[in-house]
């Protein structure tokens, strides 16, 4: 069996969010469709998988509201679903950015992926990751700074000490894994002052659906909030990338025969600090022993 993954965001106003979230779920329910939709004042924010007549059954229902006739969603396909269970949330933000920023309002300039690696290959362009350091571990586009945050809170803070040197004529792109912390990012930025913001518009797992492999910027695989953890640029699941069962960082095979990896205890990411420092001092160690038998010429004695 084929299935289809959909990922989606649409800001438009939901006031009658509990109503709106039991109606929803009842629509996956009907259609067999299972996955995590969040409701919030603001809009929807969603990844949902199911047999294809079913996924396109939800996405028509959707639709069909005014408020969201525009909304534009991403396919994928997988083999096996990604979702057990079928989770209609109430939230209070599509996502959380710990400041005001409403997209509604102001946003930056919306880049296609067929414009995306002309905008980014040039020198006078500031390329931003805004998704969190367990996703860009696992891929990223080229030039891209990497903010190395836990959580999408963190981002402000990263932005005034990094980026607000800058004059606010400095052209600045961002891009995430489907748009919508962009959507947040940008007008965060925006309200900064900055006045050339422009973000990929639906953003990497687009950028992989129309940019053919040879014409791609993009290094490595997409992280993905589902069981596939990650997708290849063809988008289909990965057959490399894992996840650490204590922390739940993202893994690659280096990190599982880093010797600091423990199956089901820890990995390089998490591991205690004394182990870390430890695995330092024995680097060193090696290091050190090999400079002086190489310098004293016993190494081949």
Not at 132 to 153: C, I, M, Q, S, W
Request: glycine share 6%; charged share 25%.
């Amino acid at each position: 069996m084929r299935y289809t993954v959909a990922t989606f965001y649409h800001f438009a106003p939901v006031p009658e969010g509990a109503k709106y979230q039991t109606a929803l779920k009842a629509a996956m329910h009907q259609h067999a469709v299972y996955g995590t939709v969040l409701v919030t004042p603001e809009g929807l924010n969603a990844t949902i998988a199911g047999e294809p007549t079913g996924v396109a059954a939800v996405l028509a229902w959707i639709k069909a509201d005014p408020r969201f006739a525009t909304m534009e969603h991403k396919e994928s396909y997988t083999d096996k679903l990604p979702f057990l269970r079928s989770k209609v949330k109430l939230k209070k933000e599509t996502i959380s950015l710990g400041v005001y920023a409403n997209p509604t309002e102001m946003v930056g300039e919306y880049v296609t992926p067929q414009d995306w690696n002309a905008l980014i290959s040039r020198d006078d362009v500031i390329v931003v990751d805004t998704r969190n350091d367990y996703e860009v571990h696992l891929g990223v586009f080229a030039r891209a700074l990497n903010p190395k945050t836990r959580t999408f809170k963190d981002f402000p803070a990263w932005v005034k000490k990094n980026l607000l040197r800058y004059k606010k004529d400095k052209a600045i792109a961002m891009y995430c894994t489907g748009g919508i912390r962009c959507e947040k990012s940008t007008a965060y930025l925006k309200q900064l002052g900055f006045d050339k913001v422009y973000h990929l518009k639906g953003g990497i797992l687009k950028y992989l659906e129309e940019v053919p492999p040879d014409q791609s910027l993009w290094q490595g695989e997409c992280f993905v909030f589902d069981d596939r953890v990650a997708v290849d640029h063809n988008l289909q699941a990965s057959t490399h990338a894992t996840l650490c069962q204590h922390c739940g960082h993202s893994l690659v095979a280096k990190d599982l025969s880093h010797p600091l990896y423990r199956h089901q205890r820890q990995c390089p990411h998490c591991a205690p600090a004394w182990h870390k420092t430890l695995y330092r001092g024995q680097i060193l160690w090696r290091n050190t022993k090999d400079s002086l038998l190489t310098k004293w010429g016993w190494r081949n004695a």
